[in-house]
């Protein structure tokens, strides 16, 4: 018999296939533009100023970039961790030691090369900036199928935001979702900005639950 969700499964299999297509299709003229719009949104939250660790990853491809916003939260003192793809679909951390310290990975990506910390590193982060391929106004993440990060945000601190980064048309009214889909705190777009979905939450009043 078939599971009941294979209908959203199927649906978010094509959402997903057709939106890393146009991906692929930006220009490096566009993507070098909303990687200035994705830094500059996010230098100016003050929970990233006044965080010692942050959590985040090194855009490739046709993501909006996060290149830029690593290199200045590095330079202005903040510690950056970056995923480690683990064969079990896990993610460690390491720090960002700058682009020398990054090698290629499989799927195209650049971790870093240096010491790692383990899955349970993201709880000393303040920040987590993630990667989604769409997120929806009740702040319903796709990523790209592998469920790496739908695993690791449960590791966070309970203060901790989660902050997912897409383009402005990924993010969407409504995606389909299943039970294990892990919910982020705020979407940022290069044309919008920073949307937080629950601006009372105790990850954003710095309450901390009990």
């Not at 209908?7 to 299709?25: I, S, V």
């Amino acid at each position: 018999m078939a599971a009941t969700n294979d209908p959203e499964r199927a649906a978010k299999r094509a959402l997903r296939t057709r939106l890393l297509a146009e991906r692929r299709e930006r220009s490096q003229r566009e993507r070098d533009r909303a990687g200035s719009a994705i830094r500059d949104a996010l230098l100016g939250l003050p929970r990233l100023a006044a965080a010692g660790t942050v959590a985040c990853y090194y855009s490739v491809g046709g993501e909006p970039g996060t290149r830029e916003l690593v290199d200045a939260l590095r330079g202005r003192g903040t510690r950056v961790l970056l995923p480690v793809f683990l064969p079990d679909g896990s993610l460690d951390w390491a720090d960002y030691d700058g682009p020398a310290g990054l090698a290629p990975a499989g799927h195209g990506l650049l971790e870093p090369t240096g010491r790692r910390y383990g899955v349970g590193a993201l709880d000393r982060a303040e920040a987590v900036v993630c990667p989604a391929v769409a997120v929806d106004r009740r702040g319903t993440r796709m990523g790209r199928g592998a469920g790496c990060y739908d695993r690791a945000l449960p590791l966070r601190g309970p203060s901790t935001p989660a902050i997912a980064v897409v383009h402005d048309e990924e993010f969407v009214d409504l995606l389909p979702s299943e039970a294990h889909d892990r919910p982020v705190d705020a979407v940022v777009t290069p044309g919008g900005g920073l949307r937080v979905f629950d601006p009372e939450s105790a990850v954003w009043t710095g309450d901390h639950p009990g």
